[in-house]
């Protein structure tokens, strides 16, 4: 591992950690990844390590700090997404008054993270997001006109987390507004976070965020 992991606080004091990983040399965007409901591991701070190799400063916070995991050894039915999101902001913040950023702040995550990705636009002031299978994205839908920076929506043609007509719903709602791009994939949910296929889907939709990330260099 080249980075570390620190104690970052949300607004209300509360300690969390977070894995950080410095570019070498110079200075580029601030990265916050959402995590998925499998938490901080060693696959997450092995991608932030190669983020930060292309040119990235890259946090990984604690978003299930404040829960235990649930009967399926997952945090997906204890996590908070207040929780989330006041983690968000904070890592965002965090970074970017770091001095290996340049002063833009991105942000990118998977499932729950996926969430936690898309309010990082809505509400944050994030400058540009992308976001991996957005667990139950449906619900978020309201949101969708709210957006003005880019955003990647990197979706699964069928996920267990929302009906084929959910689906739809999402598309349409997407199609809507220009700072959207949505791109679908044959492949089910985890499909950049689980076993990846040889230039499958998970490398393609990477190369596809990281054409969108490179822009903020």
């Known amino acids: 591992m080249n980075g570390e992991t620190i ?16 570019p ?6 601030v990265v916050v990844v959402g995590l998925d409901v499998h938490g901080l591991r060693p696959l997450y701070e092995q991608m932030a ?21 649930g009967a399926d050894h997952t945090y997906l039915d ?16 965090a970074g970017r008054a770091m001095p290996e950023c340049n002063g ?6 998977y ?14 002031g994030a400058d540009a997001a992308a976001s991996y299978y957005g667990t139950l994205m449906h619900d978020y839908l309201d949101e969708f006109k709210t957006i003005k920076d880019p955003i990647l929506l990197h979706m699964p043609e069928h996920d267990w987390t ?3 007509e959910q ?4 598309i349409a709602e997407a199609k809507k507004n220009p700072a959207i791009t949505l791109h679908l994939y044959p492949e089910p949910h985890g499909f950049a976070t689980g076993r990846r296929k040889p230039n499958g889907a998970g490398d393609l939709s990477d190369a596809r965020t990281f054409e969108l990330f490179e822009r903020f260099k």
Do not use: H, Q
Request: hydrophobic share 35%.
């Open 7 to 22: 104690k970052l606080k949300d607004s209300a004091g509360n300690p969390f950690d977070a894995y950080v990983s410095k």
């Open 78 to 93: 204890n996590f908070k997404m207040t929780t989330g999101i006041k983690v968000t902001k904070s890592a965002m913040e």
């Open 104 to 109: 833009k702040v991105l942000t990118t995550g």
């Open 162 to 164: 929302y009906t084929e």
């Open 49 to 69: 390590d190669e983020w930060a190799e292309r040119g990235y400063l890259v946090i990984v916070p604690d978003i299930y700090w404040d829960v235990e995991r």
């Open 167 to 170: 689906r739809d719903w999402i």
């Open 111 to 124: 499932c729950m993270g996926g969430n936690t990705a898309l309010v990082s636009v809505t509400r944050l």
């Open 24 to 29: 070498k040399g110079g200075r580029g965007p």
